[in-house]
């Protein structure tokens, strides 16, 4: 998310952010514990997807794991302010103390969290998450310091003087993010990972089994997702949108698909993205699609000769153009346009 901002004032659509299936699943547990921030999914017993509230902080999807002795949190949101509540969350739920605490990658709406969880949580990531944290985190922050206060007041305006509920809503889940930078930058403490992987770390509880795992690039230059083999669950941050357009522009289209392929192989009957509702193996091959589908347009434009502006015309083809955050099309087509384009030339 965190180039996600540059590109919202093009125009959002709203996201159809839960499916039926995740509102009758989570109706009830919903009445257990309720956070400004996101919604409690369970997936099976001590198992949770944590899914954004539309103008909270939380931002990402996130996940709450119990070995049995020791819990797993999977990605911290996007503030501070909203990871504290997956603390609350796990405390009242009764499950075991949070141990470990994985961050995806490196993108800001899955790290900010990092800080509220105490020396006892080990926080992991890949070797290259971290660098990427540690080299471009600072940066980012002071870049939003410049501008969110001004952002969050012309998003508010615009959602208070909108009359479509659908395009009113799509304005307050930016709200949502910009006041999560607002209000989290005067706490804000960048913690980096403590422990480090590259392919594969096992936690084994006596309740269940996890594999974190990377296959390389992907969304970014490393993405890890995280398996219960027993559970046939598998999160998979970034590397996996659902009913909404991917951010594409820090990713390798080629790596991405394979490490889709790699993951096809894997006996899953539930994904969780890193954002949009939980979901099912369809959705890796519904990812793979997306991507070929911008490539072969971006290639097409290249060998018509057409110019980058071109893409503002372009319509979004089926079955994409029903999904959320519309813009990022344009977005990922660019990119993807650029990067053909450098091969021509």
């Known amino acids: 998310m965190q180039l996600y901002i540059n590109y919202y004032m093009e125009g959002v659509t709203v996201c159809k952010i839960m499916k039926l299936s995740v509102f ?5 547990w919903c009445q257990m514990y309720e956070s400004r921030h996101f919604e409690l999914q369970e997936l099976a017993g001590g198992v949770y997807a944590a899914i954004p509230k539309i103008g909270g902080h939380a931002i990402c999807n996130a996940g709450i794991i119990d070995l049995g002795d020791k819990t797993i949190i999977f990605d911290t949101f996007m503030s501070p302010i909203a990871a ?5 969350a796990v405390k009242e739920m009764k499950l075991s103390p949070v141990a470990y605490v994985i961050n995806s990658h490196y993108h800001n709406d899955h790290i900010r969290g990092n800080q509220i969880f105490s ?19 600072p940066g980012q922050i002071e870049q939003e310091k410049q501008y969110a206060k001004e952002a969050y007041s012309q998003t508010k305006a615009l959602m208070e003087a909108e009359k479509d509920p659908k395009k009113q ?11 999560a930078l607002v209000e989290s930058h005067p706490i804000l403490k960048t913690r980096l990972p403590d422990s480090t992987f590259e392919h594969e770390y096992i936690f084994d509880g006596p309740k269940r089994k996890a594999l974190l795992l990377c296959y390389g690039s992907g969304h970014t230059e490393s993405d890890a997702i995280l398996i219960l083999p027993d559970d046939k669950i598998v999160f998979m941050g970034d590397l996996v949108f659902i009913d909404m357009h991917p951010f594409m522009a820090d990713g390798d289209p080629e790596h991405w698909k394979d490490y889709l392929k790699k993951v096809e192989d894997i006996d899953m009957a539930v994904v969780v993205p890193g954002h949009g509702p939980v979901g099912t193996k369809e959705d890796l ?9 911008t490539e072969t347009l971006a290639q ?5 000769g057409k110019g980058e502006n071109d893409i503002e015309t372009l319509a979004v083809p089926s079955p994409f153009n029903d999904w959320c955050f519309d813009n990022f099309f344009r977005v990922s087509m660019k990119f993807m346009y650029n990067r053909m384009k450098s091969i021509v030339d």
Request: overall charge negative; aromatic content about 12%; some cysteine.
């Open 24 to 28: 009758i699943i989570t109706f009830l």
């Open 84 to 88: 504290q509540d997956l603390l609350i």
């Open 119 to 137: 020396d006892e949580s080990k926080i992991i990531s890949t070797s290259k998450t971290k660098e990427l944290i540690e080299e471009r985190e």
């Open 169 to 179: 809503e799509s304005h307050l889940m930016w709200c949502g993010y910009y006041e």
């Open 285 to 293: 091959y519904t990812m793979i699609e997306y991507i070929t589908m």
């Open 300 to 304: 097409k434009m290249v060998d018509e």
